[in-house]
C-alpha cells in the first residue's frame, strides 16, 4: 500500500463547478497534511495546510480532514480555468507526496 | 513570504560527469532541507533529508555515493549527482521550512538532462 493514494484522475469539470479532490494516507500517526498545486514545468505551490480535524477554509478552497477514516480532501468551489493543475496531497513532516490528480476545469 | 532559490533551472551535461545544484534559503533560516526528484507525469519522491552540520537521511532506494548532500550554512544545500547516466535525467527540487511559517517552500526546480 502506497503511504499516500490520491483518486486518479484525470478529472474534469465545468468552470464554476466545485471540483472534490480525495487523498488518504496510511502512517495513523501523520499529524499535518498540505495540499499544493503544481502547474507544468513548475515547482508546487502551496494552497493550504491542515492539522486539526474537520473543515478548514480559505477563500474558494475547502481542506477537510479525517483522522479516524486516514482521509483528507480539498474543495475548490467556483472552478476557473486558471485552477486546471495538478494537485498534489502531501502528509507529514518529511512531505510524502501523492501520486497527484490532474484537474482539467473547462470554460 | 519565505523564498527558496534554486540554481542552475536548467543543466544538460555529459554521460559521466557530475551536476551539482544548489538551494539556498534567501531570507530565512533553514536547519533542514528536502530533495525531491520527479520524473514526467510522476508525483514527487523524497529523496534526502538534509541537515546542516550532519550527514543527510537518504531514502529507501536512493544511493547516497551517488546523490551527494551537503547542508553546510543555515541557508545552502547542494545536491551532487555523480557520474551522471541518461536515467538520472531528471526535474529536481528542493524544499525547505521558515519556522514562523506553515507549509515548506519549494525551490524552483532543475530540470537534469544527461545526454
Redesign the interface.
Known amino acids: 500500500q502506497k503511504e499516500v493514494e490520491q483518486n486518479s484522475g484525470p478529472l474534469s469539470v465545468p468552470e464554476g463547478a466545485i471540483a472534490s479532490l480525495n487523498c488518504t494516507y496510511s502512517d495513523r500517526g501523520s499529524q499535518s497534511f498540505?495540499w499544493y498545486r503544481q502547474y507544468s514545468?513548475?515547482?508546487?505551490?502551496?494552497i493550504m495546510?491542515i492539522y486539526s480535524n474537520g473543515d478548514k477554509e480559505d477563500g474558494r478552497f475547502t481542506a477537510q480532514l479525517n483522522k479516524a477514516s486516514q482521509y483528507v480532501s480539498l474543495l475548490i468551489r467556483d472552478s476557473q480555468p486558471s485552477d486546471s493543475a495538478t494537485y498534489?496531497c502531501a502528509v507529514g513532516g518529511?512531505?510524502?507526496?501523492?501520486?497527484?490528480t490532474e484537474l482539467s476545469v473547462k470554460p | 513570504g519565505a523564498v527558496v532559490s534554486?540554481h542552475p533551472s536548467r543543466v544538460i551535461c555529459k554521460s559521466g560527469t557530475s551536476v551539482k545544484i544548489e538551494c539556498r534559503s534567501l531570507d530565512f533560516q533553514a536547519t533542514t532541507m528536502?530533495w525531491?526528484r520527479q520524473f514526467p507525469k510522476?508525483?514527487?519522491?523524497?529523496m534526502a533529508?538534509s541537515n546542516e552540520g550532519s550527514k543527510a537521511t537518504y531514502e529507501q532506494g536512493v544511493e547516497k555515493d551517488k546523490f551527494l548532500i551537503n547542508h553546510a550554512s543555515l541557508t545552502l544545500s547542494t545536491l551532487t549527482v555523480t557520474s551522471a547516466h541518461p536515467e538520472d535525467s531528471s526535474f529536481y527540487?528542493c524544499?525547505a521550512r521558515d519556522i514562523q511559517e506553515?507549509?515548506?517552500?519549494?525551490?524552483?526546480?532543475t530540470?537534469l538532462t544527461v545526454v
Open positions: 498540505f514545468g513548475k515547482s508546487p505551490e502551496l495546510f498534489l518529511k512531505l510524502i507526496f501523492g501520486q497527484g | 534554486q528536502f525531491y510522476q508525483s514527487l519522491m523524497l533529508t527540487i524544499s506553515y507549509g515548506y517552500t519549494f525551490g524552483s526546480g530540470r
